[in-house]
C-alpha cells in the first residue's frame, strides 16, 4: 500500500474535513394539522398522510 512521502499540513488537513459535519434537517410546522415535519417530505398524522397541507391518504385506504 502506498503511503505518503511528508505528512500533510494541519491546514490541508481541514480543507478536507470543512464538509464532514453535522447538519440539523429543517422543521416545518404543517398548516392544517399543526404537526412539525421535515420539508418537502409528506407526514403522517393521527394514521392520515399529509403533503403540503393537503390530506393524501385516509384511515382505511
Do not use: C, Q, W
Not at 34 to 52: D, N, T
Request: positive net charge; charged residues 35%; without cysteine.
Amino acid at each position: 500500500m502506498p503511503n505518503p512521502k511528508r505528512r500533510h499540513s494541519k491546514a490541508r488537513r481541514d480543507k478536507r474535513r470543512t464538509h464532514d459535519k453535522a447538519i440539523v434537517p429543517t422543521i416545518s410546522i404543517d398548516p392544517t394539522t399543526g404537526a412539525p415535519h421535515a420539508r418537502h417530505r409528506a407526514h403522517y398524522f393521527e394514521g392520515e398522510l399529509y403533503y403540503k397541507g393537503k390530506k393524501i391518504l385516509a384511515k382505511g385506504e
